[in-house]
């Protein structure tokens, strides 16, 4: 009789070592296509050199996406999509080389800001692009299935996980079976695995196979999710009151206090974020109802009602930014991502208006709309459609042109040092003005100031010396008649500018002549600083008195000393001179005394 079962064991098992095989091989494969890229990368052309990195980024993806989306019921994995993706991140790699500044002339930080920008968006473009792979062999009727696509981008993030945990721990024990031997004298293995080559070919090996672990342990990957979404759900309700109560709160603070902190836009995105992530957290695939008291159900409805006047006030705090400074590449993505965060504000509180079952179930068409519109802004940005650089260079040139911005606040250090290639050519074009023209001669010196600066810092410097500051401010308690002329060279730069510092006189080292103690309540940490005159009669800072304090005790310094609740004390341990150095005593704890104690 014909043993079925002994038969499908077979398959499985010849099945399980196919796809173990075609991990290992696809890992392989990343290793020597970044391996090869590194080694033999000509830097001499420029065609081959955005290429061949290009080209590796390509073949990597491509595997990565096979690997993502094959399994025993889809062995074949899904290729058209590989290649597409895989190509589509060639054309973007290409065009991120190729933007790049030269910063071996001077540095150019768009260089870093659009490395950072494009690993976080190309990974984000990534994951959001898999569930729709994955999802793709699995649609009804040529629709994709929500479902599908909720289970494949939460579970995604845990199967990467599992891949990132094997290859931190495999790497661990390479380094402990180095160091074991290498304990001994035995320096063969870190010949071997300490190298490039080594490293290249076998940690993507080792990530594949992660993947390929955590893919078929479907089981305990949906009981990782399911903790997570208990989280959610435990955690939305606090989220909603914070919400809540935060929105109710700006009636009687006003909005002014919003505008003045200069990072209002993006506390309010992570604020729109937290919430969209917890409610889907919550909401699930919308099969199963949402286990709430009807209170919190409410209590989370009046949050996501709250979300477009957020989205709204971050887009105002945006547009002030870009009316009073013009565009830059940092305000060009805050505002695509004001305008995702606006696109699910809106959508969230529509679904709460729509009152349709299940709960909250207009937000299924919404994320699946919105993760598309996030792909195609992923992708415009980090092309030549959107180019920030560019577009951001063209509007100070208008402004400059057009009078909204005047020479004197014009930042040419920014064109030079922050806008990249596009900037550097808008400097080129404002170098090569007619001699002759108005606007030439009021930019005339600054263009030659901004060409012997050497980094933007040295620019602003060199700005700010120029200027005429204002001279700082003081305020002296006790003694009115000590003379305070020379005290605005010794202190630090642009202190005591806000607001009045306080000043007091007092005689420390018995010479009967005061010294000044400068405490500045501006700064949340700061220290009492002692100042005191030279042989030529300059003040001079002469070091700190105490630890830093935050602002709170620093004022509550300022009314002891009003009262006159002080006085001087001598030091516990005298100075040791031994030769002719003299050794002062520094203690190990704290610098502070508490009368009649000797605790430090």
């Keep these: 009789m014909y043993d079925t079962t002994t038969d499908q064991h077979a398959r499985s098992n010849v099945t399980v070592f196919i796809l173990s095989g075609f991990f290992i091989l696809s890992g392989f494969i990343q290793g020597l296509a970044c391996l090869l890229a590194i080694e033999y990368w000509p830097r001499s052309n420029q065609l081959q050199t955005a290429l061949i990195p290009a080209a590796m980024i390509g073949i990597v993806i491509f595997c990565f996406i096979l690997q993502m989306s094959v399994s025993e019921q889809k062995r074949h994995g899904n290729l058209l999509a590989a290649l597409g993706i895989g190509g589509l991140f060639v054309l973007l790699a290409l065009w991120y080389i190729v933007q790049l500044p030269d910063t071996t002339i001077h540095p150019n930080s768009w260089k870093g800001v659009v490395t950072v920008s494009s690993i976080l968006g190309g990974t984000l473009l990534l994951y959001f692009m898999l569930p729709f792979v994955q999802s793709w062999p699995e649609r009804e009727h040529g629709r994709l299935r ?270 030079k040092f922050q806008f990249g290639i596009p900037g550097e050519k808008a400097l080129q074009k404002l170098s090569t003005l007619p001699q002759d023209t108005p606007i030439f001669k009021k930019i005339a010196d600054q263009l030659a100031a901004v060409n012997r600066a050497d980094s933007y810092y040295s620019w602003k410097e060199n700005q700010r010396k120029n200027q005429h500051s204002a001279p700082p401010k003081f305020t002296l308690l006790g003694d009115e008649h000590i003379s305070l002329q020379g005290l605005a060279g010794a202190i630090e730069e642009d202190q005591c500018q806000a607001q009045p510092c306080v000043l007091y006189p007092v005689d420390l080292d018995q010479d009967n002549q005061k010294e000044l103690i400068l405490i500045d309540t501006t700064y949340f940490l700061h220290q009492m600083v002692l100042f005191a005159r030279d042989n030529n009669g300059n003040w001079q800072k002469q070091g700190v008195l105490g630890n830093a304090t935050d602002s709170k005790t620093q004022k509550a310094l300022v009314q002891q000393l009003k009262t006159g609740s002080v006085r001087p004390v001598p030091a516990q341990y005298q100075s040791l001179q031994i030769g002719t150095t003299v050794y002062h005593f520094v203690p190990d704890r704290l610098t502070e005394t508490v009368t009649g104690s000797r605790e430090k």
């Design 146 to 415: 929500y479902p599908d696509l909720f289970r494949h981008s939460w579970d995604n993030f845990f199967v990467l996980l599992v891949a990132g945990l094997l290859t931190c721990a495999y790497w661990l024990l390479i380094v402990l079976w180095v160091m074991l031997f290498n304990m001994v004298g035995i320096r063969l293995f870190r010949d071997i695995f300490f190298n490039a080559t080594f490293a290249w070919l076998s940690l993507p090996v080792v990530f594949a196979l992660g993947i390929h672990i955590g893919l078929t342990h479907d089981r305990i990957i949906t009981a990782l999710r399911r903790i997570v979404l208990s989280l959610c759900g435990w955690l939305m309700p606090l989220l909603a009151l914070i919400t809540l109560l935060f929105g109710a709160s700006l009636p009687f603070t006003g909005l002014t206090p919003i505008w003045n902190t200069g990072y209002s836009t993006p506390i309010l995105l992570c604020l729109i974020g937290a919430n969209i992530v917890l409610l889907n957290g919550i909401f699930q695939d919308g099969a199963n109802p949402v286990r709430y008291p009807a209170p919190l159900l409410r209590l989370i409805e009046m949050a996501m009602l709250l979300m477009p006047v957020f989205a709204l006030l971050g887009a105002y705090s945006t547009w002030l930014r870009i009316e009073q400074h013009g565009l830059s590449p940092k305000r060009i993505y805050l505002v695509i991502l004001v305008v995702i965060a606006g696109s699910y504000s809106f959508s969230y509180a529509f679904a709460v208006f729509r009152r349709n079952k299940p709960w909250m179930g207009a937000i299924r068409p919404a994320n699946t709309a919105i993760a598309l519109l996030v792909c195609l802004s992923i992708i415009l940005v980090h092309s030549p459609l959107i180019n920030p650089p560019a577009i951001s260079a063209r509007n100070q040139l208008h402004r400059l042109f057009s009078g909204r911005t005047t020479p004197e606040k014009f930042d040419f250090g920014a064109l």
